[in-house]
């Protein structure tokens, strides 16, 4: 494929008529390579900003898109993440507030619209207490929160490319004020590292502006565990903010979209000095995980146990009799592993997520909408060395109606 210079070295936030006849070309050749019945199924992601981002994100290398698209745009559906609509920014961060009883405790939320329609991201992340809230859930549901919030700001910035015209992009700020040892906790790190990849495969090319602020003394210790996980272009959209940043914030963001703990006008409506944001705290133990209050918790003694070596994966076959049953499934590992669910075809119908259950285990299930063969997969492919034991129950459960 020819370099498509002009393309790739110009700003990446233009104007609809600033799309020229070679982008323009490539949206097509990208829309024809998808097809009409994934684009109408992924509806959120074929328009042709949002095309663009996958362009720009892969490098305009189209058969490496068509496959990462169609793995993202299932993701969304199978989790139901792309039935959710919201159009107001206060009722958006009340709804993730309460998505999980432990939201709050996980720093995120929208801080404003800017004026040019680019949301604004705010994320407290040393204000989070790893130790408690590694507790309280799967990690398979804080993956789904995160995925849901940034859908949803994806959703408003769809909506204000359609009224402007114009492609636009997140601007976050990460406040790293309280920075401790145990963020960099192997298995918070892990998952961390996990989630960013997840997000950046379902939402390529999105992030505009990354600005960090208050960041520790050993800063570069930590950007160099987390940069390998990091696009390219995700890289090169990190700002690190001195002292000045308040005034900074305000040059960048606009005095008005900026609450006035981090140095703006902004006041929030239930008049606290960061509004509805997600601001992390050490989560009360009456919110841990409970084996004995899950009615889908199953004994040790109940589960099987199965080796998954390095390069390799585990297929569990499981016969579903009728639609609207429900395949459920509830499992542990020894270390992080690929955990999906696939029908017949090969459709992923539990999207793949890399997850640990160093302190809760893996459980849920999904409702088929055929009778058939189903496989439950636990894959280890990403491993080079280690092994992973896993343990084990999956079972149907039939509707007696």
């Known amino acids: 494929m020819a370099p498509l210079s002009s393309a790739l070295s110009g700003s990446h ?24 019945e994934l684009l109408k199924e992924a509806w959120f992601y074929a328009d042709d900003f949002s095309l663009l981002r996958w362009l720009y994100g892969w490098d305009f290398k189209i058969a490496e898109i068509v496959p990462r698209f169609k793995k993202s745009a299932y993701r969304l559906i199978a989790l139901k993440i792309h039935e959710v609509s919201i159009d107001d920014v206060a009722e958006c961060n009340e709804y993730l ?22 949301p604004i991201l705010v994320q407290t992340v040393c204000k989070v207490h790893p130790k408690s809230l590694i507790q309280c859930d799967r990690v398979s549901q804080l993956f789904r929160l995160i995925l849901t919030e940034t859908f ?17 992009g ?33 939402f390529p090319d999105c992030a505009r502006n990354i600005f960090i602020i208050n960041a520790p003394m050993m800063m570069s210790a930590v950007y160099a565990i987390v940069k390998p996980a990091l696009a390219k272009q995700t890289q090169e959209k990190i700002v690190f903010l001195g002292k000045d940043f308040r005034q900074k914030l305000c040059e960048k963001l ?14 929030a409506s239930n008049g606290l000095e960061t509004g509805h944001l997600r601001i992390g705290g050490v989560v009360p133990e009456d919110l841990y995980y409970n ?3 899950n009615t889908y918790h199953v004994p040790s003694d109940k589960l099987t146990k199965v080796n998954v070596t390095a390069g390799r994966r585990k297929e569990v076959q499981v016969s579903v009799p009728q639609a609207g049953a429900k395949l459920h499934w509830f499992w542990t590992a020894t270390n992080d592993i690929d955990f999906y669910v696939e029908d017949k075809t090969g459709n992923e119908i539990f999207p793949r ?19 058939g063969e189903y496989t439950v997969v636990f894959d280890n492919s990403h491993g080079r060395v280690f092994s992973k034991d896993v343990k084990y129950h999956v079972y149907v459960e039939v509707n007696q109606d």
């Open 13 to 36: 936030y233009l104007n609809g008529t600033d799309i020229t006849a070679e982008l323009a070309e490539k949206i097509d050749d990208l829309k024809k390579a998808l097809g009409e």
């Open 97 to 118: 507030n309460k998505l999980v009883p432990w939201a709050q405790y996980y720093p995120g939320g929208i801080m404003s619209i800017d004026n040019e329609g680019n």
């Open 291 to 293: 084996p004995s209050k």
């Open 254 to 267: 606009g005095r008005e979209n900026v609450l006035e703990r981090w140095g703006g006008d902004l006041k």
């Open 353 to 371: 997520m890399r997850l640990t259950t160093d302190y809760v285990p893996e459980f849920g299930h999904i409702e088929v909408t055929t009778e």
């Open 170 to 202: 997140l601007r976050m700020i990460i406040d790293m004020e309280g920075f401790n040892k145990d963020l960099i906790h192997p298995t918070n790190m892990k998952n961390y590292l996990n989630l960013l990849s997840l997000i950046q495969d379902t």
């Open 152 to 168: 949803l700001v994806y959703m408003f910035m769809l909506k204000n490319e359609k009224r402007t015209n114009r492609k636009l």
